[in-house]
């Protein structure tokens, strides 16, 4: 079956005249207030992230609670497993939430309509209270056939990570296994913002594989990390199987973490 929604999404939003750029001296670089949107499917699985507009950037190191607090309230993020069915001239799919910045969020179910033609899609999201939006999609890359392209995940004691990887494009999530479970009815106050924001991360972009590496040039992140604004580092690939990969960043291989495949 031919999977139109595979690939590296971008949201796309209405002009903005005011739109502000300003100086990110602690990367050497300048930075948009934009609000940004990207969504990743690859292998089964997906990964939203969204930013608002007016995203400074922290203005030292590490960043100060209030900065973080800041950062979280402007921002969301969530990935899981996805299904898709036709439904007359639509692709109607049933996103099951498994890691999200709030924490809250893990378990539900959250439905897309999606009106595809080629490189957009018009698309209608209804959350579990009953709510919706509708945000217009443009396609940056689609699935991809190199050995990383898909779906990755990697589970252990220090927490779990889920990858995915499309033609040209990624976007990966972080749960650390020491997240404090918070799950206040209403609003979150500061305090429980701090204890989740602290034990998760996503991010999204560019990547360039080859047979033995790979590099990711973030440019939406949920944390005030500065990532959207430089390259992470590269990635060595010791192994690579149609299952398996292990990653990390060390010439020798000593630090490198397996990872298996998700979808």
């Not at 999977?3 to 005011?18: M, N, S």
């Not at 300003?22 to 969504?39: D, E, K, Q």
């Not at 690859?42 to 800041?70: C, D, I, M, N, Y």
């Not at 992470?232 to 630090?255: M, N, Q, W």
Request: glycine share 10%; hydrophobic share 35%; with cysteine.
């Amino acid at each position: 079956m031919t999977q139109p929604w595979a690939g590296f999404w971008q949201v796309e939003y209405d002009a903005d005249p005011g739109e502000e750029v300003v100086a990110y001296p602690a990367m050497h670089t300048t930075v948009s207030l934009r609000a940004a949107g990207f969504s990743v499917y690859a292998g089964g699985h997906f990964l939203h992230v969204r930013t608002e507009k007016g995203r400074w950037p922290p203005a030292g190191w590490p960043p100060t609670p209030s900065e973080k607090v800041s950062y979280f309230r402007t921002a969301n993020a969530f990935g899981g497993r996805c299904s898709w069915r036709p439904d007359g001239d639509a692709w109607l799919a049933d996103h099951q939430v498994t890691t999200s910045a709030d924490a809250r969020l893990v378990g539900s179910r959250i439905q897309y309509a999606a009106h595809v033609r080629k490189e957009r899609a018009e698309v209608q999201v209804t959350c579990p209270d009953g709510t919706g939006t509708r945000e217009t999609w443009r396609r940056l890359s689609g699935p991809g056939t190199s050995p990383l392209a898909g779906a990755w995940e990697s589970i252990g004691a220090r927490g779990r990570w889920l990858f995915l990887v499309t033609a040209g494009h990624y976007g990966v999530a972080r749960e650390d296994a020491r997240r404090a479970a918070v799950a206040p009815e209403g609003a979150l106050s500061d305090e429980h913002v701090l204890a989740l924001c602290d034990g998760f991360s996503a991010n999204a972009g560019a990547i360039l594989v080859t047979p033995t590496s790979f590099d990711n040039w973030p440019m939406v992140t949920t944390g005030p990390s500065g990532f959207e604004a430089r390259k992470h580092e590269t990635f060595r690939l010791r192994t690579v199987t149609p299952d398996r990969i292990d990653l990390g960043f060390a010439p020798d291989g000593s630090d490198a973490t397996p990872w298996t495949r998700a979808g």
